[in-house]
């Protein structure tokens, strides 16, 4: 069990209560598949959860939310026009309450500060999944960042992303939608594209998987249909167009689905290690080569770390600083 | 999951953003209410007027709000605090240990018998748990408070909060043992429908 926690409820009622970080999440479901025993006590307890919404008092009568902030409203407005100074001119309790409430109303126009960009932004821990005030998703990888224009969604809807993000874009031919991430500008209608500035920082990838999308900078553009990708190199300028077969697991941050087909077992550290933001090392340099062909369908890590192993004859590590070991003297067999 | 963000708002607010205090307002007013509910021995009249004075002071101390952590968390503490200053006022502080006893049961409407008797003995095991460990479960599982902002607002650890909500749900599953696997599963698949 991990540290720190002593019983494994703790663990549950986090998840519940949707507390847990991926690691937890991932030792829950490796416990979770270790016995029907604790499937069934999973189960228990998540029926004792939900039953407990019931016990929650209700309410002898209904609150009107809306009377209450009218209420509330005039309140505020006649305590903050209630103190007036050096007046002799004595105005009826009305009129008094009017102009206090003109003035105050004029100062909250006056003061009402200008729309501000809205900030979303991913932490180094987990990926982020949000949704714009259009209906659009968009999913932030770790460390990434997204800027929206406050002006969203009036004549378009205009954003800078730094880093890599997903996008699933509700259609909206009179709005179109836009990109920005560094000097190339990806505008599209509706439709659904991967915009990556993190693996390479002087490559976008732009990754279309539904629809079409323009990518353009100053000088050049190309419409881009799904299936297709977008490669703009920011140090030579230029944009082109990758049709081939594409890096199946690009959208792996995201859905947690890996291919590998043949890759080498360096390679597919190095995506684990992304995906899952953990550090995990090959501690024998012959194992970089080892050819590695898998699919993994959204699987917990050690679930992963566990099929690897066995498929190479391999030895798992979880060392005490988090780094996960993998040991062995060469590909198996 | 409901996604505001709260930075954001927090920021709108200080600047004197009325229509964002409005969202807000009308988001947390509420649940708030029946929050104070709990410390007003049910009297929503009573409950209604705290949470709209802990509004004012959030209108006019806005410019120099100090908020750590969320409004979320800075509205249940202010509340929180409220219900306890009332209590001290009127010195009638055995009404609070009697809510933290329990004594809920005149409050709730039933539905129907079987639900009545979920609910009767979901109340009962709720009892059972001590006092502390009973606050913390409810306000993550009736006011769904981030553990973070319970921490905050009864002055504890995360830590605390992770222990006490794992024991909450372990002993409430033992008072419900025999309920389990029968009346609950039969229940659920019926709400289901």
Sequence with gaps: MKEGYEHIEEIIAKHLAGETDAEEAS??????????????????????WDAAAQAKPQASRPIDTEAALKKLKTQIYTQTGATPRGRTISMGFWMRAAAALIVVAGAFFLLR?????????????????????????VTLNRNSGLTVASAF???????????????????????????????LEIKVVGTAFNVDNTSNPDEVIVTVTHG?????????QIMLTAGEQAVYNRITHTLSRYS?????????YKNRVFQFDATPLGKVVKQLNTVYGVHIKLQNPVLENCPLTATYNNLALNRVLDLIATSFSLQIDHQPDG???????GCGE | MEH????????????????????????????????????????????????????????????????????????????HNACLNRIRHQQTKNRYQQFNAGQLEN??????????????????????????CRNIFELSRFEELKYREIAELLNISIKTVETQMGKALRVLRLQLADYLVTFLGLCFTMLQF
């Design chain 2, 4 to 79: 505001h963000n709260e930075n954001n708002e927090l920021e709108a607010i200080r600047q004197g953003d009325e229509s964002v205090f409005d969202t807000v307002f009308r988001r947390y007013y509420e649940p708030l209410c029946h929050y104070a509910a709990k410390f007003c021995d049910g009297d929503l009249d009573e409950a209604e007027d705290i949470v709209q004075q802990c509004f004012v002071k959030l209108w006019e101390k806005h410019a120099a709000l100090d908020i750590t952590w969320s409004i979320k968390s800075y509205l249940y503490k202010a509340v």
């Design chain 1, 27 to 48: 030792m829950l479901l490796a416990w979770k598949s270790e016995s029907d025993e604790n499937r069934q006590y999973f189960e228990q307890l998540q029926q004792v």
């Design chain 1, 323 to 329: 780094t996960i070991v993998i040991i062995g003297a």
């Design chain 1, 113 to 137: 500060p200008k729309a501000r960009p809205l900030e979303i932004a991913a932490n180094t821990e987990s990926v982020l999944t949000d949704t714009l005030n259009d209906g659009s998703v």
């Design chain 1, 212 to 220: 079409k999308v323009l990518v353009h900078d100053q000088n050049q």
């Design chain 2, 107 to 132: 409050n709730h409407s039933f539905q129907d018998e079987s639900s009545a008797e979920l609910r009767a003995r979901l109340q009962e095991a709720m009892d059972n748990l001590p006092p502390q």
């Design chain 1, 244 to 252: 081939g077969a594409q890096n199946p697991n690009t959208l792996a």
């Design chain 1, 153 to 183: 969604n009036k004549k378009e809807r205009r954003m800078k992303l730094r880093g890599e993000a997903y996008f699933e874009v509700t259609s909206n031919p009179e709005r179109p939608f836009v990109v920005e991430v560094q000097e």
